[in-house]
């Protein structure tokens, strides 16, 4: 049969373009040629009206079956071509996956930097606000104006830095105190957070380490202001319950002075080597702003009292975080650096 025949060769045609064909689109133009509304197949089965009922039938299901055939070999060489077209794309884009990543860590602050910060917000929420001097300073302002005398020891070359032109490496934030009270009259309530020099090197001293200096003066400021003020900073940093004790003390700058103790908060007051045995740790130095600091920046001691105070950051931040050598914050170590991101 002449029909027969034409579909079968045109079966093995249409295979034959399958298997050769290279790329998606050349199966789409294989998939009209043959199969398309006025595809080959059709065209042949529209010839079907002249035969007979049987051969109608014969003919009909033959052809259904090629076309069955031919849309398998479509589809199945269709999968193959677009994973032959990923493969390709994938070996062109390589991606070395053994590359080490660019990895950005994420920055923090350094503890000393934190303990800092920290500090001065008690302080700020109280109402102070923060001023600021030079790290090198006039002599005066360091020692002279501060009530220090000359024959001092703290102004011995041992201690201070002493620099050519004869300013020194400010020994302490005090010299802040009397940089404010130049420029501002009372009242005044400030703090002066930043870094001191001492020659002074061993587990608990650092030649460069940071103080926070406090200095409130008004009418009528009195010692019971200076405890309030102070009791509330101890305990915002060290817990409600961190014992403390004033101590009678000097300081050529106050009078009377003191300086403040905390219960260890090591061994929690039992003595122990931090402590050295007391079960108390010094903490800072306070005291009554001395009625010869006022002559010397011109307020009247008669009229206005104030209290000042100066504590140690490093001191406090390896108290909080119980770190026992001075010198590990300022190695730059990372290892230990990383171990206080997040403590603010
Ligand atoms: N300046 C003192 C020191 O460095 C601390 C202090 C400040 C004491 C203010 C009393 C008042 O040791």
Not at 29 to 36: D, N
Not at 175 to 182: H, N, S
Not at 192 to 207: C, I, L
Not at 324 to 335: A, C, H
Request: some cysteine; overall charge neutral; charged content about 30%.
């Amino acid at each position: 049969m002449e029909l027969k025949k034409q579909i079968q060769a045109l079966g093995e045609e249409a295979k034959k373009l399958i298997s050769e064909a290279i790329d998606i689109e050349k199966l789409n133009q294989i998939r009209v040629e043959f199969l398309g509304k006025k595809g080959k197949l059709k065209n042949i089965l529209k010839t079907l009206g002249k035969l007979s009922p049987e051969e109608r039938k014969e003919i009909g299901q033959l052809a259904n079956k090629i076309k069955e055939e031919l849309e398998q070999l479509l589809k199945g060489r269709q999968e193959e071509l677009k994973k032959k077209a990923l493969e390709e794309e994938l070996s062109k884009n390589k991606i070395d996956i053994t590359l080490p990543p660019h990895w950005i860590e994420a920055g923090a602050s350094h503890p000393v930097i934190s303990t800092l910060i920290e500090i001065s917000e008690t302080f700020i929420s109280m109402g102070f606000s923060v001023a600021e001097g030079p790290e090198v300073e006039k002599e005066e302002y360091n020692f002279d104006m501060l009530n220090i005398p000359k024959d001092h020891p703290a102004r011995d070359m041992q201690d201070t830095f002493f620099l050519n032109n004869g300013d020194v490496l400010r020994t302490h934030t005090s010299p802040v105190q009397i940089r404010t009270m130049l420029k501002q009259k009372p009242p005044i309530a400030v703090i002066a957070p930043g870094r001191v020099y001492r020659k002074d090197a061993d587990p608990t001293h650092s030649p460069m380490f940071h103080q926070i200096e406090g200095l409130l003066v008004d009418e009528n400021v009195t010692f019971r202001d200076l405890k309030g003020i102070l009791k509330v900073f101890l305990e915002t940093t060290f817990g409600k319950d961190i014992p403390i004790r004033f101590r009678p003390s000097y300081f050529p700058f106050t009078e009377p002075s003191a300086e403040v103790d905390i219960g260890c908060t090591v061994c929690g007051g039992k003595g122990c080597r931090v402590c050295k045995g007391t079960g108390w740790l010094e903490i800072l130095g306070c005291g009554m702003v001395d009625p010869n600091v006022f002559k010397a920046v011109d307020i009247d001691p008669d009229k206005y009292t104030g209290f000042a105070f100066g504590l140690g950051v490093e001191r406090i931040a390896m108290l909080k975080y119980r770190i026992t050598d001075i010198r590990l914050l300022f190695t730059g170590d990372l290892r230990f650096n990383h171990q206080f991101k997040g403590i603010r």
